[in-house]
Nanobody, 120 residues
Framework: QVQLVESGGGLVQAGGSLRLACAAS????????MAWYRQAPGKQRELVAA???????NYADSVKGRFTISRDNAKNTMYLQMNSLKSEDTAVYYC??????????????WGQGTQVTVSS
């Protein structure tokens, strides 16, 4: 059973920083694409950042220059360093990963989400 668990959310003032982590566990053979999504109240879930490797990343225009995505393959963990946070970054942040495990094929997994609240 593969699981993704996020951590690091919380309440921060505008201009502050937070670091989110997403740890994958279970019978994992390989993790391919990993990504962070977020969903604000009343809005659709949107892609924040994605990573295949340190040299292959993608960011939403709204977070470019402020957020940095990274991963530690040895720990099956992905991170999102969020700096210069704005009130509009307030949302539930979800971890997403394409994982090859001990069952045939590649599957997409989601974490349970972690709340990020930025006060202005």
């Amino acid at each position: 059973q593969v699981q993704l668990v996020e951590s690091g959310g919380g309440l921060v003032q505008a201009g502050g920083s937070l670091r989110l982590a997403c740890a994958a566990s279970g019978s994992i053979f390989r993790i391919n694409l990993m990504a962070w999504y977020r969903q604000a109240p009343g809005k659709q879930r949107e892609l924040v950042a994605a990573i295949i490797s340190d040299r292959s990343t993608n960011y939403a225009d709204s977070v470019k220059g402020r957020f940095t995505i990274s991963r530690d393959n040895a720990k099956n963990t992905m991170y999102l360093q969020m700096n210069s946070l704005k009130s509009e970054d307030t949302a539930v942040y979800y971890c997403n990963a394409n994982i090859v495990s001990n069952r045939p094929g590649q599957y997409v997994y989601w974490g349970q989400g972690t709340q990020v609240t930025v006060s202005s």
